[in-house]
């Protein structure tokens, strides 16, 4: 009896969906180096893509998570990349584009920011909050999507706080995640036509070096999703891994939450 007979077809249809869904595509993920990035690395280079990865300023961890995708058989490499300055990302994506000749799968994930009141903000605070997540978004998802195969994936990440505010720290960071929701529900318009899907994946709260699960907030936090746990950065690169797929090809303009039910 060989191993794969001891699979039920299911399980040999997904796992061989699985090994081969992205062979030959080339992705880019900005903000990839460490948490939900990285888990979407990992998962698409697995799944046959050659990954090109932005970090700021973790260098040490982009390091890492190239070798760790090497060792498992993938190719992924990170570049430094600030998603704030509009030159670096527009050349950042002629590179990746000259080098491999193609672009299929965009992520769009480097964000962040401080909660805090907005009568707390900085200035500073205020303006990097917009540059990187509205801005930088905006910039990545414009200067890729001519580059972009015909059948190509933009995929953002977004966050279920553009919608539900469960406390008074959220403000202008649930606001640059809404801009980012109805940036992807207009340019579904402009890239559809073309076969490109757009869409928006809106996390709650999901285990990552920003929002540690062990952290202080975390059984506060843990005390509000129903599934009382938080998500893992693994089963956000699944949700990530079926839209940038074949299977995700009718789903388009969409923010779609993974949260376990906290903004129910
Ligand atoms: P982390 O802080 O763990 O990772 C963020 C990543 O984004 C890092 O790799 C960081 O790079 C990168 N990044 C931040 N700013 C920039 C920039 N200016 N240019 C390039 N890269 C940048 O955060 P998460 O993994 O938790 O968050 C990832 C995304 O998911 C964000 O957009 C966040 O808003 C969203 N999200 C997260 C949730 C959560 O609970 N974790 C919930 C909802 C949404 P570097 O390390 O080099 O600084």
New binding site residues.
């Given amino acids: 009896m060989t191993a794969s007979m001891n699979l039920t077809t299911d399980q040999q249809g997904v796992t061989d969906g699985r090994e081969h869904r992205h062979a030959g595509k080339t992705a880019l993920v900005?903000?990839?180096?460490?948490?939900?990035?990285s888990g979407i690395v990992r998962r698409l280079a697995a799944e046959g893509a050659q990954v090109t990865f932005?970090?700021?300023?973790?260098k040490p961890?982009a390091d890492a998570l190239e070798a760790t995708v090497s060792a498992a058989g993938g190719d992924a490499m990170g570049i430094q990349?600030?998603?704030?300055d509009r030159a670096e990302i527009r050349d950042a994506i002629s590179s990746i584009v000259a080098r491999e000749g193609r672009l299929d799968v965009v992520v769009s994930?480097?964000?962040?920011g401080t909660l805090k009141p907005v009568q707390e903000l900085s200035d500073e605070e205020i303006d990097r909050m917009i540059a990187?997540n509205i801005r930088?978004t905006l910039d990545t998802i414009r200067f890729a999507a001519p580059h972009l195969q015909d059948g190509g994936r933009i995929i953002t990440?977004g966050?279920v706080?553009s919608t539900h505010f469960p406390n008074d720290i959220s403000s202008l960071y649930g606001m640059t995640k809404g801009a980012i929701a109805s940036l992807v529900r207009g340019m579904s318009r402009e890239l559809g036509p073309r076969g490109i899907t757009i869409n928006n994946v809106q996390?709650?709260?999901?285990d990552?070096?920003?929002?540690p699960a062990s952290g202080p907030a975390g059984d506060a936090l843990r005390a509000t999703i129903p599934v009382g746990r938080f998500g893992t950065v693994e089963e956000v690169a699944a949700l990530v891994s079926h839209l940038a797929g074949e299977e995700g090809a009718y789903i388009n303009g969409a923010s779609l939450d993974i949260d376990g039910g906290y903004s129910a």
């Fill in positions: 900005t903000g990839g180096a460490r948490g939900i990035g932005t970090y700021a300023s973790a961890e990349v600030d998603s704030a994930n480097a964000g962040g990187v930088g990440i966050s706080t996390p709650g709260p999901v990552t070096p920003a929002n």
